[in-house]
């Protein structure tokens, strides 16, 4: 829900944490068919995709998309205080680690058609898989060897990563930054530290 408190357009009314979690839940359709929600998150907290096992079909939203890999969200946790009012939370939530591992158990389902939130229905499901997993293992790859050089920051590293990207894309790829910072501290193979007022990043190993 658009926020009515504010006047810009790109401010959202926070969702409360504890309303992100959905039960596995299904639906009986015509003909036999069930329509089974599942749990996908990465892109948003609360991110769901629907499949039907029946036909293979998987409405896959934002999380495989036919022209672009999806990159992860930046997010906040909010929860209600005692007045019901919500409350941002100071520590982001990391993305990247859950969508990875969203798309990891939908590619098990071994769907045979995709209907995306965006673009047209794929009908060759593997080549979506396929595609994300290599995009983000060079990128990791590219993070690994730039903090191998020099601990940095996630805008340095982002800078040095797309030295000719416009600033208007810049943040995109600092969101992206931070999800593979994510996934390198979920392996214990990160830390973190303040220097000049800045967070900075080196590997542990």
């Given amino acids: 829900m658009r926020s009515p408190r504010s006047g810009s357009p790109l401010r959202w009314e926070p969702c409360p944490a504890a309303s992100l979690s959905t039960p596995a839940v299904s639906y009986d359709l015509a003909d036999g068919r069930t329509l089974e929600v ?3 998150p990465g892109h948003t907290p609360g991110n769901l995709v629907a499949f039907i096992p029946q036909t293979g079909e998987l409405f896959s939203g934002d999380t495989i998309l036919p022209t672009t890999v999806p990159t992860p969200g930046m997010h906040y946790p909010t929860a209600i205080a005692t007045d019901g009012n919500s409350v941002e939370s100071p520590e982001r939530w990391p993305s990247l680690p859950p969508f990875v591992d969203s798309v990891a158990h939908i590619r098990t389902l071994a769907p045979r058609r995709i209907l995306p939130g965006h673009g047209e229905p794929v009908e060759q499901p593997e080549t979506l898989f396929t595609r994300f997993e ?3 293992a060079r990128r990791a790859k590219r993070i690994r060897r730039l903090l191998e050089e020099q601990p940095d920051s996630a805008f340095g590293i982002a800078r040095r990563q797309f030295p000719r990207l416009p600033p208007r894309r810049l943040a995109q790829a600092i969101t992206e930054t931070l999800g593979h ?3 390198l501290a979920r392996e214990g193979a990160l830390e973190s530290f303040e220097e000049d007022g800045q967070i900075r990043h080196r ?3």
């Fill in 38 to 40: 599942i749990d996908a």
């Fill in 203 to 205: 590997l542990t190993s």
């Fill in 181 to 183: 910072l994510d996934l």
């Fill in 134 to 136: 290599t995009h983000h």
